[in-house]
């Protein structure tokens, strides 16, 4: 498989702010399928970036699924370090509205193996 292009980070910033008014208020009008898909994949695939490595899934379905962070790889099967949350959870901890620990204790993250707490140290990657 090719390498993915690098993230324009005024890509990312777009894709966030288009986002944001929801993120801070459930109350607004939710983003559109497309907004909310394209702010989930660029940031999933900033943190795959800026945090290179595969012994971390992060998995935020139905949009995106990256590997990162840097330790032993998984090659086969379900990997050992998961975390898996939904759109609307996963952009609250990327912008700092929410942090991961606290989304975990909540339950709104799924975060198994030894490794998955270690995706905190990266986020967030676009404060609000």
């Known amino acids: 498989m090719p390498p993915r292009?690098?993230?324009?980070?005024?890509?990312?910033?777009?894709?966030?702010?288009?986002?944001?008014d929801w993120l801070r208020d459930e109350?607004?009008?939710?983003?559109?399928?497309?907004q909310l898909a394209a702010a989930v994949r660029l940031s999933?695939?900033?943190?795959?970036?800026?945090?290179?490595?595969?012994s971390v899934e992060?998995?935020?379905?139905?949009f995106v699924a990256v590997q990162?962070?840097?330790g032993p790889r998984h090659t086969r099967g379900t990997p050992p370090n998961v975390v898996e949350t939904e759109p609307r959870t996963w952009l609250s901890i990327v912008t700092g509205l929410q942090q991961f620990d606290e989304a975990v204790d909540a339950g709104r993250i799924n975060a198994s193996g030894s490794r998955?707490?270690?995706?905190?140290?990266?986020?967030?990657?676009?404060?609000?």
């Open 5 to 20: 292009r690098r993230v324009d980070p005024a890509e990312l910033r777009t894709a966030i702010r288009d986002v944001a």
């Open 27 to 34: 109350q607004q009008a939710p983003p559109s399928r497309q």
């Open 44 to 54: 999933a695939r900033t943190l795959e970036q800026v945090a290179p490595g595969s």
């Open 58 to 62: 992060v998995r935020v379905p139905p």
């Open 68 to 70: 990162c962070i840097e």
């Open 116 to 128: 998955a707490s270690d995706v905190a140290h990266w986020l967030p990657l676009v404060p609000l």
